[in-house]
């Protein structure tokens, strides 16, 4: 059964701080990994990192996948009070039509 | 361009109830699926669907039914609401994965049952 573990579960910083978050894989034939950034509603589409493309940055936010450990970390520099959200990692299998998700990251930013 | 759109946003029910929840799309995408998510537990994945006429069991598929019937919407039923299916309720659709970069979400329907 694939699955998803993302941690921590939530997360506590100073607006400028920088912040990690990891998302460790189980997929049987890996196609691919999301981030999602849920705000007050619906989840928005951050990366999606492949066994071609580990590596991905917009902005303040990257994210690299590590084939190797299966494992991806979410980068975040300089953190404003609009990156509180819960961050949701979720992996694609080839073998698969949808998407499973870890159990996500609630991230507070504090002024 | 409206996206996904879900139907209705807020909805309370009394246990033993019924009801439907509408997701539309305008995207011409051909999968679409349910989750539910839960505090603490992430999206974790009622039903779905991979083309018109075609539905499938996700993770978590007791107590709900649902319906393709145009390629464009995506029906959830309860039959019998339970207490248990107090959550908040996500549409999505896409592209397969293979040509995707991920889901497009709905609003949410946030679904209390008492």
């Known amino acids: 059964e694939d699955k998803v573990v993302q941690s921590p579960l939530s997360l506590v910083v100073h607006e400028g701080d920088t912040v990690t978050l990891n998302c460790s894989y189980e997929v049987t034939n890996f196609r691919s990994l999301l981030w999602y950034k849920q705000e007050k509603k619906a989840p928005t589409f951050l990366f999606m990192l492949?066994?071609?493309?580990i590596e991905k940055k917009s902005g303040r936010l990257s994210s690299i996948l590590d084939k190797k450990e299966l494992s991806s970390i979410l980068n975040i520099t300089a953190t404003q009070t609009g990156d509180s959200a819960i961050y949701l990692c979720g992996s694609a299998s080839n073998s698969g039509y949808a998407l499973n998700f870890g159990k996500g990251t609630s991230l507070l930013v504090t002024p | 361009n409206a996206g996904v759109t879900q139907t209705p946003k807020f909805r309370v029910l009394k246990t033993g109830q019924s009801m439907t929840l509408l997701c539309a799309q305008d995207?011409?995408?051909?999968?679409m699926y349910w989750y539910r998510q839960d505090p603490g537990m992430g999206l974790r994945l009622i039903h779905y669907s991979v083309g018109e006429g075609t539905t499938a069991k996700g993770e978590v598929p007791d107590g709900y039914n649902v319906s393709r019937l145009k390629k464009q919407n995506f029906l959830l039923g309860l039959e019998s609401a339970a207490p248990s299916q107090t959550s908040v309720y996500f549409c999505a659709s896409s592209y397969s994965l293979s040509r995707s970069a991920g889901y497009t979400f709905g609003s949410g329907t946030r679904l209390t049952v008492v």
């Open positions: 995207m011409n995408h051909e999968y």
């Open positions: 492949t066994s071609s493309g």
